[in-house]
């Protein structure tokens, strides 16, 4: 998460976004995006879903 410690970021292969720009919402749709055909969608302000296909 981009409100981790530098020490961290430096070493890590991708650095979501902080939680307060929907850091966690990004990480969970990137890593469904990697394992399934679903997409998380945040585009409701204040509500995510999912939607696969």
């Not at 981790?4 to 850091?23: H, N, Q, T």
């Amino acid at each position: 998460m981009g409100n981790a410690p530098d020490e961290l970021k430096e070493i890590s292969d991708w650095v979501a976004p902080p939680y307060w720009e929907d850091g966690v919402a990004e990480a969970i749709g990137r890593l469904m995006n990697q394992s399934s055909t679903c997409s998380l969608d945040t585009t409701i302000k204040g509500a995510s879903h999912t939607s696969c296909s």
